[in-house]
């Protein structure tokens, strides 16, 4: 039972462009959402998260949307770079019951120069 | 300092080496995990460590044993391994066990032969 979708595999884009990066979730009891970018060999670095409560968050090129009554967020990135080019997670965690993150299968982003 | 250290990077070991990982955080944070991470697949989490207590074990075969000696150092014993139980073991920590942003460490790469 996968309760936190990405459904693109891959994605690619050009430099300078928007990236946008798409998460669904099937747990109405999940609170708190967060991305992270994870290159080969490192593990996963925190991007930026957003709680329920709230639509949007913005942090420099990075924008996350929620939509709760769809249970779909989503990550945008603009302008995107060459260095963008990595594989980000999206998870997800009910506060009130601990700090369980739920990961996403992954979006592959490819950054062309 | 944001950084989570694990030791080693990489290990290789047989299926009756008893083997230890290690995580060690200096940021304060009172919260600490294992994951498991396979080729391609998101983070699993294994276990959750708050105030030093075990808080969460995902039902993970007795043969890792996790031990948090202090609220700095978290370690994964390894005895009687499977190959299949070869991964990226993933190390993270949060401020606080109860929703927050967790950052993770590089990781060991461990092949059970």
């Known amino acids: 039972d996968q309760q936190v979708k990405q459904n693109s595999p891959s994605l690619s884009v050009q430099e300078g462009r928007i990236s946008i990066l798409n998460c669904d979730y099937t747990n109405s009891m999940f609170d708190y959402f967060l991305w992270y970018k994870k290159y080969p060999a490192e593990g996963p670095t925190f991007l930026i998260s957003i709680s329920s409560i709230k639509d949007k968050n913005e942090d420099g090129r990075f924008t996350v949307f929620l939509n709760k009554s769809a249970k779909h967020l989503s990550l945008h990135i603009v302008p995107s770079q060459p260095g963008d080019s990595a594989v980000y997670f999206c998870a997800a965690s009910v506060k009130a019951a601990g700090n369980k993150l739920t990961f996403g299968g992954g979006t592959r982003v490819l950054v062309k120069p | 300092d944001t950084e989570v250290t694990q030791t080693p990077k990489h290990l290789v070991m047989g299926m009756t080496n008893k083997k230890s990982l290690k995580c060690e955080q200096h940021m304060g944070h009172r919260a600490m995990y294992w994951y498991k991470q396979k080729a391609k697949k998101p983070p699993e989490l294994m276990f959750v460590?708050?105030?030093?207590?075990?808080?969460i074990n995902e039902s993970v075969p007795s043969r890792f044993s996790p031990e948090c000696p202090n609220s700095s150092l978290l370690n994964l014993h390894l005895h009687a391994l499977q190959p299949e139980d070869s991964a990226l073991y993933l190390c993270a920590s949060s401020q606080v066990p109860r929703g927050d942003e967790q950052y993770f460490g590089p990781g060991t790469r461990l092949t059970v032969t």
């Open positions: 460590y708050s105030y030093e207590k075990l808080s």
